[in-house]
């Protein structure tokens, strides 16, 4: 208690308003629905998250924290973060507990309405479901959060973001951080998502008029088949842009590029390479002029406010395409894309009811590259969809909020073709170079080992302390995979108490 008090004081010494806040706002999506339904109501872009605060100062004064403090020129912020469930579950080898202890805090600084630090750590204990611990022990990764250790037969793990944001002026702001970035308006995202672990970035945003440009320099890792030896983790860099404009209060597009190459390479320790530093899109002229092997991949992202309770949101990506193969419709292996229409509904007949429905596909080989290296992926997470590609997928939400209450249904319906021998990629695993298909043309959705998942997620919630977004939660998951060579079924139960400030995907 004594270190407690000492903490707090420091705090309060350190203490800018409430409604000067700066930074990030918590990327979860309990949080970011009330700044959703406000842009779908009044206009302006929700497709580039995390949000902002200083976008929302005006309209939203929603605070997550356990202590503040304030003066007129300075504000601190500590919080206690917890990530804890423990449940029951019942899968086809019998009944086993299962656990996640998750414990950590978070501390921010905002000066002066121009500069936040912000800095949220968590040690976690995972011993999941079957289902989840069977791919930790796969892919010795926790789900959304990295690389993790043996503890016992179970699984640890830390967790660690955070940033320093600098608001230059109403036109620029610049953030160094460790952290996650999207791109998109639904649920997944094919460009961009919160699906794989945190990585170091730097960030510039500019935005003039009813235009948002982002420059995204990142760097992430290629682990894959080594995972338990970091001297032979392979870095990697990505550099993206993402142009988003505000045709009106009702429609919305985004212009979205990235770049993946490999720090070193055989011949030389390439490192960041500076003519990716050019700050206009597009990056696809600069490559072909480097005469460059690197991965790109291009995409677009358009919104239409139907009303002021609806949204309809899709995306493209490519990887890869020739028009004369698309018109030839010979499943040629290197028309590389995806697409993604979604609908989106606040307030649905009745206030605080949302419903959510948004379909995925993906075609083989998409993210993958000849040099698994450069493929579109940080450790041995996608960085867009968890499926990787060749698959398409449907999730449904129906959610209703009243008071401090949640009540949440999600529904995932999805098929995707596996290898079924190492050797041989169907385009499935983004892991694998693009090199080992078995064919040229034919290919097609869903080919080789197909799969098909059934995931589902009933859960019920309650706010305990709103300044921390802490809740108590209780839920129901059922998840079934059924392949020619395999089948596996889940019924888990669980009770937790969660700082719901970042997504967490186990739904594949």
């Keep these: 208690m004594r270190y407690c008090a000492v903490l707090f004081l420091i705090f309060w010494c350190l203490g800018i308003k409430a409604q000067s806040r700066l930074g990030n706002v918590p990327m979860h999506r309990y949080i970011e629905k009330e700044y959703v339904k406000t842009l779908v109501k009044d206009g302006g872009t929700s497709s580039i998250r995390p949000f902002i605060y200083e976008d929302y100062a005006d309209s939203l004064n929603a605070d997550y924290n356990l202590f503040l403090s304030e003066t007129d020129s300075r504000n601190a912020r500590l919080k206690l973060l917890t990530d804890i469930e423990s449940g029951l579950d019942r899968s086809i ?20 309405n121009r ?12 011993d999941g479901p079957s289902y989840v611990d069977s791919s930790i022990a796969e892919e010795h990764i926790a789900p959304s959060f990295g690389r993790v250790v043996d503890v016992g037969s179970a699984y640890g793990h830390l967790q660690m973001q955070g940033y320093i944001h600098y608001k230059a002026n109403k036109f620029f702001t ?14 997944r995202s094919l460009l961009l998502s919160d699906v794989a672990n945190n990585y170091p970035y730097f960030k510039i945003r500019t935005k003039v008029w009813k235009i948002s440009y982002v420059n995204l320099f990142a760097r992430q890792r290629h682990i894959y088949g080594v995972e338990d030896n970091p001297s032979l983790f392979k870095g990697k860099y990505t550099a993206t842009h993402y142009l988003d404009w505000d045709l009106s209060k009702v429609v919305n597009i985004g212009l979205f590029e990235s770049i993946v190459w490999q720090a070193q390479d055989t011949l030389l320790n390439r490192g960041f390479d500076f003519n990716y530093a050019n700050p ?6 600069v490559e072909y002029q480097q005469g460059s092997a690197d991965n790109a991949i291009m995409g677009l992202n358009v919104s239409v406010n139907i009303c002021e309770k609806i949204k309809v949101y899709g995306q493209l990506v490519i990887d890869e395409f020739l028009l004369s193969e698309i018109r ?13 229409i979604g609908v989106k509904s606040y307030d649905f007949l009745l206030e605080g009811l949302d419903l959510q429905s948004e379909l995925n596909a993906v075609r083989p080989y998409t993210f993958s590259h000849g040099s ?41 319906l999805a098929s995707h073709g596996q290898d079924s021998i190492p050797s041989i990629s169907y385009g499935g695993n983004i892991f694998q170079p693009y090199s080992n298909r078995p064919n040229d043309y034919g290919n097609f959705i869903g080919q ?9 997620h009933l859960r019920i919630s309650y706010l305990v302390l709103p300044k921390t977004n802490l809740r108590a939660e209780l839920g129901y998951v059922f998840r079934q995979e059924r392949s020619g060579l395999e089948f596996e079924s889940n019924h888990y139960v669980y009770i937790g108490l969660k700082t719901n400030l970042w997504n967490r995907y186990n739904d594949f």
Excluded: C, M
């Design 93 to 112: 080898n019998g009944n086993t507990a299962a656990i996640h202890g998750g414990l950590g805090f978070g501390a921010e600084y905002n000066l002066k």
């Design 115 to 126: 500069l936040s630090f912000s800095l949220d750590a968590v040690a976690n204990y995972l």
């Design 174 to 187: 610049f953030q160094l951080g460790n952290g996650k970035n999207f791109f998109g308006d639904g649920y």
């Design 280 to 285: 206009i899109i597009f990056y696809r002229p």
């Design 328 to 340: 030839a419709d010979s499943g040629w292996w290197a028309n590389k894309y995806g697409g993604q």
């Design 372 to 412: 698994p290296v450069q493929n579109y992926a940080h450790d041995n997470s996608s960085l867009s969809n968890p499926l990787g590609s060749n698959f398409w997928e449907w999730v449904n939400f129906i959610r209703f909020t009243k008071d401090k209450w949640i009540f949440e249904e999600q529904l995932v």
């Design 448 to 456: 080789g080992l197909r799969t098909n998942l059934v995931y589902s």
